[in-house]
């Protein structure tokens, strides 16, 4: 389970320990899906890092959790043609099981 910084979270991505503030207090708990505002408000607290859990695609995946997970990783540039290009081969990549997508 990757620890990442709060800068690189994108919404989708489920948290695989509880985030807590500088006091100790649980701001969200383990499981709880990422939201667009979950992330900016842990980012005004000053959380600077936060442990996820591992959606990588794999096989065992199905194509539309496939299409679901790479969605949200490139959402906010659907208009860069180059951005879009490299979804599509991203996604065909793990479709196809080609290691780590």
């Known amino acids: 389970m990757p620890r990442i910084p709060l800068s690189k979270a994108v919404p989708g991505q489920k948290l695989a320990r509880p985030v807590t503030n500088a006091s100790g207090m649980v701001m969200m708990q383990p499981g ?26 794999d096989a ?6 496939v299409h ?6 490139f959402a906010g540039h659907e208009d860069d043609p180059w951005m ?5 081969i ?3 990549q793990a479709l196809r099981g080609g290691g780590d997508a």
């Open 32 to 57: 709880a899906e990422l939201t667009a505002a979950a992330i900016e408000r842990l980012s005004n607290i000053g959380i600077e890092s936060i442990v996820i859990v591992d959606d990588s695609p």
């Open 60 to 65: 065992s995946r199905s194509p539309e959790e």
């Open 68 to 73: 679901r997970v790479f969605e949200a990783r």
């Open 84 to 88: 879009m290009a490299l979804k599509a």
């Open 90 to 92: 991203v996604i065909r």
